[in-house]
């Protein structure tokens, strides 16, 4: 029950900062962060990537440095992504399941390095893979066929699990697929390989630099909308997520992110199993540019609009800000 004026003065509270701090009813820690690191072929090499400024591609070198990095900033995780070459693309992806692809040498070059210290999420979908630039296999007329993708996501996943990987994220959104993985992880001994599902996962405009930066955006002919959801729909994405999670899913995901913080917050509020929002590249691009032109502070902008996730009922962020906004947390 809220007093009335004067007796209760809402602003009393906010009057010092010693007191607003200790009001905070949301915090944001390095913690709650999830670093998505893109890995490229060669050595010693950093390559800018032009549509996400301050991101960079790496070789496995650099992406060892950056999860040391993520150690040294207290970000809990890393989210690996590769830039495959070009001639290891193919209509059916078999690249993500040669155990010396870049995603396997840059996982175990990092669980080398960091061993325990630092969790190591893997990105499950064909996309980075394929000649096409979809997430699964076509069939005869161009669909993508959902049970026989689902049979080469699990080799990919296993393939990860295989190399270290510490949480399978499969990013594809076939129908089925986060049950096929766990019992085949279960199957194969990996009894503590996680699965964070993403779960409501909407064929969405933000994801262009992405693209870019895996090398699959000039391949892509046509869009992801018959396995992506319709972003006018939020009661299909707690079907989506109550299956994920009844299929064996630790976790689960909403993506993009602060265009469907409605999306998280519900999804928060209706299931029991930690949520998490991906903060994706266009998400990026906008905050950068508008820093850019003057519009806002960079630092603020970003702080604010990862707060904005945990207030909402997420238990961490995917973010190509997490070194930023921990060096800023950390003071
Ligand atoms: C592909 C995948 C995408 C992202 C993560 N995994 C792009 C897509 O679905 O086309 C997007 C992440 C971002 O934009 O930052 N399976």
């Not at 194969?188 to 699965?195: A, F």
């Not at 892509?220 to 939020?234: A, C, E, F, S, V």
């Not at 266009?282 to 508008?290: K, L, N, Q, R, V």
Request: glycine letters at 10%; aromatic letters at 6%.
């Amino acid at each position: 029950m809220t007093g009335s004026y004067p007796n209760t003065r809402l602003r009393r509270t906010r009057a010092f900062g010693w007191s607003r701090a200790l009001h905070r009813e949301t915090l944001l820690t390095p913690a709650d962060l999830i670093w998505p690191l893109f890995v490229t072929e060669g050595e010693g090499l950093e390559e800018p990537i032009g549509t996400l400024p301050g991101v960079s591609r790496w070789s496995v070198d650099g992406i060892v440095e950056r999860a040391r990095e993520a150690v040294r900033l207290g970000v809990p995780v890393v989210a690996l992504f590769p830039n495959t070459p070009p001639e290891r693309r193919s209509d059916d992806g078999v690249e993500a399941h040669n155990p010396d692809n870049l995603v396997c040498r840059a996982v175990r070059a990092i669980k080398q390095a960091c061993g325990d210290d630092i969790g190591v999420l893997t990105d499950v979908a064909l996309d980075p893979y394929t000649s096409h630039g979809q997430d699964g296999l076509l069939d005869a007329s161009g669909y993508v066929a959902n049970d026989e993708t689902v049979a080469a996501l699990v080799d990919q996943a296993i393939n990860q699990a295989e190399a270290g990987a510490d949480i399978i994220a499969p990013s594809d959104m076939m129908d089925g697929r986060v049950h096929a993985i766990r019992m085949a992880l279960e199957m194969g001994g990996h009894h503590n390989v996680q699965i964070m599902s993403y779960a409501a996962k909407y064929a969405s405009a933000f994801y262009g630099p992405f693209r870019d930066a895996v090398g699959s955006g000039g391949l892509l002919k046509g869009d992801k909308k018959t396995y992506q959801m319709d972003p006018g729909n939020i009661r299909e994405a707690l079907r989506e997520v109550e299956m994920d999670i009844a299929e064996g899913a630790d976790s689960v995901m909403v993506k993009p992110g602060l265009a469907y913080l409605d999306v998280a917050a519900t999804v928060a509020a209706h299931v029991d199993v930690p949520v998490f929002a991906y903060q994706v590249s266009g998400e990026y691009a906008m905050i950068e540019a508008a820093a850019a032109a003057g519009a806002g502070d960079r630092d603020a902008l970003v702080l604010e609009t990862l707060l904005a996730f945990k207030r909402a009922g997420c238990s961490g962020i995917l973010t190509y800000h997490a070194p930023v906004a921990a060096k800023l947390l950390n003071g």
